[in-house]
């Protein structure tokens, strides 16, 4: 199964009904982990260390960020983006799916947009 990190903005609810749902999603949050204000290079730096897929509603920079870090050659274990807009149920839906059908490194080097459909 998948490892995540949940941006700092990432929405608590849909955090909340994933491991409400499954509680062996290994999701954690950047403030737990003390990256709390931390520029989103860093993040992505200590996710690609970490080997977790990261979960943001940030369209702007952590996206532009990660495809730095491909075009640099430096591992990107993945970013899931959630629009803001998908409705709470479908984005926990979509990440389970994710989480539990996913192979270690099938998303690495890419930038996913969600709702898949």
Same mark, same amino acid.
């Given at each position: 199964?998948?490892?995540?990190?949940?941006?700092?903005?990432?929405?608590?609810?849909?955090?909340?009904?994933?491991?409400?749902?499954? +509680?062996?999603?290994?999701?954690?949050?950047?403030?737990?982990?003390?990256?709390?204000?931390?520029?989103?290079?860093?993040?992505?730096?200590?996710?690609?260390?970490? *080997?977790?897929?990261?979960?943001? *509603?940030?369209?702007?920079?952590?996206?532009?960020?990660?495809?730095?870090?491909?075009?640099?050659?430096?591992?990107? +274990?993945?970013?899931?983006?959630?629009?803001?807009?998908? +409705?709470?149920?479908?984005?926990?839906?979509?990440?389970?799916?994710?989480?539990?059908?996913?192979?270690?490194?099938?998303?690495?080097?890419?930038?996913?947009?969600? +709702?898949? *459909?």
């Amino acid at each position: 199964m998948l490892s995540f990190l949940a941006d700092e903005n990432f929405n608590n609810q849909i955090v909340r009904g994933i491991l409400r749902r499954n +509680p062996a999603v290994d999701l954690v949050r950047v403030q737990d982990v003390g990256l709390s204000q931390t520029d989103d290079r860093v993040i992505l730096e200590w996710a690609a260390q970490q *080997h977790r897929v990261m979960l943001t *509603h940030d369209v702007e920079t952590m996206t532009r960020y990660a495809y730095e870090r491909v075009q640099a050659g430096f591992p990107m +274990p993945g970013v899931f983006e959630i629009n803001r807009n998908v +409705p709470i149920g479908l984005a926990i839906e979509e990440i389970l799916l994710i989480a539990e059908a996913s192979f270690e490194g099938e998303w690495e080097g890419r930038v996913i947009y969600l +709702p898949l *459909h």
